[in-house]
């Protein structure tokens, strides 16, 4: 099926993009900018676009973000610490992110005649995000088949909802995803931190899959210490 990717930028959404384009059906990649502070992740996504040799199409979301207020990703409270499945996670949750970054996506697929958009959402992201999660997902593609009913059929593509970190990255290996070339981090620095959420769930993923981890941390072995407590919680 002629495939949207949704494309963070993220290990995981670029990982899908590999898989897709293993697969033949990938037209392009679809980004967002929500005034997010790790707003560097789009370069990645567009490096992904160039590999792949797909159309890249950044959608300007900021006036949109800007009202999605008392996140940690678009501003005002730090990005925490510690492991992704933490409560204290949950500052990092953009009200209904997914519900309109897919609906503006669904709508790029009628409009352009493809078949498909594809989403990265994991096992991992369930506790934290609802719109991550299964019933969400099987939700909007009631949704949409509404919305575009006589119009198009679009089918929401989400192979990894039911899988873990260490599959996609399992998944990724398989497809020569250049790890490296991904951006993950909250924080947006230089590095990523190798304490956020996201961090330690990548670096996490990176162990439980048996694979070398090519990112450069500014602390590599947080992630220890927070699955650690974590554990003990």
């Known amino acids: 099926m002629k495939t949207i990717v949704v494309c963070s930028g993220g290990l ?17 990649l679809i980004s967002f900018d929500y005034g997010q502070r790790h707003r560097k992740e789009l370069d990645y996504a567009a490096a992904a676009a160039r590999r792949l040799g797909v159309p890249h199409h950044v959608i300007d979301m900021r006036g949109v973000g800007a009202v999605l207020t008392g996140s940690a990703l678009t501003g005002g409270a730090e990005v925490p610490d510690g492991h992704y499945a933490e409560e204290t996670m949950r500052i990092t949750v953009v009200p209904n992110r997914n519900a309109i970054m897919l609906t503006v996506a669904f709508g790029m697929a009628a409009a352009m005649g493809d078949q498909a958009v594809a989403a990265a959402v994991h096992g991992g992201d369930h ?29 929401l593509l989400t192979p990894f909802v039911h899988r873990t970190k260490a599959d996609i990255v399992t998944e990724g290996a398989r497809h020569d ?19 956020c959420g996201t961090c330690v ?13 090519p990112t450069a941390y500014e602390d590599a072995d947080f992630w220890r210490q927070a699955i650690a407590e974590r554990e003990r919680a």
């Open 201 to 213: 769930e990548r670096r996490e993923a990176f162990h439980l899959a048996g694979i070398p981890d």
């Open 177 to 195: 995803t250049p790890f490296a070339e991904t951006w993950s981090c909250y924080k947006g620095g230089a590095l990523h931190c190798g304490r």
């Open 127 to 155: 506790f934290i995000y609802p719109d991550c999660r299964p019933a969400f997902t099987q939700a909007f593609q009631q949704m949409q088949d509404a919305a575009l009913d006589g119009y198009a059929q679009v089918r």
């Open 12 to 28: 995981d959404s670029v990982s899908l993009a590999h898989m897709v384009a293993a697969q033949g059906g990938l037209t392009r």
